[in-house]
């Protein structure tokens, strides 16, 4: 499994440590998924730039941190 990866991200999106928490406690079951191990690896490139999988990590803090900062957040980010 690689942490690490998931790690780097939250640095590049200069997550706090509580949100680095809470973000890994929703995702971290898919996260650690063979399926999705593998989406991760370079046997599935997205755009020919980074995988698949780091891809989709990528949207999800993307938009953790757009529902986070929204005023009167009504939504459940489970």
Not at 5 to 23: A, G, T, V
Request: net charge positive; glycine share 2%; no cysteine.
């Amino acid at each position: 499994m690689n942490d690490e990866l998931l790690d780097s991200l939250f640095d590049n999106y200069n997550l706090s440590n509580k949100d680095r928490e809470e973000l890994k406690s929703y995702i971290y079951n898919i996260y650690i998924h063979p399926e999705f191990q593998k989406r991760i690896t370079d046997k599935f490139m997205h755009h020919d730039k980074v995988s698949l999988g780091q891809h989709i990590l990528e949207d999800t803090i993307v938009t953790y941190r757009l529902l986070k900062n929204k005023k009167n957040n009504k939504y459940n980010l489970k």
